[in-house]
């Protein structure tokens, strides 16, 4: 069985401040990842997908993830976060489609 | 395009009444999921179906929870009776396979308070 890990249950940040939110994983296949993002009283969006390939996955909101397969790391970055990036981030594995998320980093940008 | 629809949004019960929640997914998107996500926490699968058929069901307490989906389109999830311990978000989510890729759209889930 697959699992996830979200080493930072929240994440302070400055605006305009660099940010990086952590997440490992395990599994004995291959997998695919997946970061989504939750603003509160709403549903997941997501922001980004390692399916194959390259392993620096570009997302939306200028948000980009590095895949490591050694050390089994799927780490979320931005280089200057926004008032508006405050959410909930939630890193995923997929496997047979079926998806395990994380327990949730919290990203809070003070001005 | 439309996303996935959900309702209520908000429901608040008492203990051992009974609770339907209502699922709309995307249109041509043949798999749906049902999501429960505690407090502070990630979703859990409950459930999924490929068209109507439910082809994963193994984290869905039986004894309690139901749900189907007719004819492959809208689905539903029931609790009867709910215990507080299923105070929580539900969220429904969708996707349709291109190639070997897949990628699942949520709705904004119904967050269920049960006293």
């Known amino acids: 069985a697959q699992s996830v890990t979200q080493l930072d249950s929240q994440v302070p940040v400055f605006e305009e401040a660099p940010v990086e939110l952590r997440c490992n994983y395990s599994s004995s296949v291959s997998v695919y990842l997946f970061w989504y993002v939750q603003y509160p009283n709403q549903g997941l969006q997501l922001l980004l997908k390692y399916l194959s390939g390259s392993t620096l996955v570009k997302g939306i909101n200028g948000f980009e993830a590095e895949f490591n397969k050694s050390q089994t790391s799927f780490h979320l970055r931005k280089p200057s976060v926004h008032i508006s990036d405050t959410a909930e981030y939630f890193c995923?594995?997929?496997?047979?489609?079926?998806?395990?998320f994380g327990s949730g980093t919290r990203l809070q940008v003070q001005p | 395009e439309a996303g996935v629809v959900q309702s209520p949004r908000y429901k608040i019960i008492e203990k051992k009444q009974p609770v339907a929640f209502w699922c709309n997914p995307i249109?041509?998107?043949?798999?749906l999921y049902w999501y429960r996500q505690n407090l502070g926490q990630g979703p859990e699968l409950l459930i999924r179906?490929?068209?109507?058929?439910?082809?994963?069901d193994s984290q869905l307490p039986k004894d309690r929870f139901s749900a189907e989906r007719l004819k492959g389109v809208d689905s539903t999830l029931k609790i009867q009776p709910a215990e507080l311990g299923d105070s929580a978000v539900y969220l429904c989510?969708?996707?349709?396979?291109?190639?070997?890729?897949?990628?699942?759209?949520f709705g904004p889930g119904t967050r269920l308070l049960v006293l």
């Open positions: 179906y490929e068209n109507e058929e439910a082809v994963d």
């Open positions: 989510a969708s996707s349709r396979i291109s190639g070997s890729e897949e990628t699942q759209y």
């Open positions: 249109s041509g998107h043949n798999t």
């Open positions: 995923a594995v997929s496997l047979r489609r079926a998806l395990t």
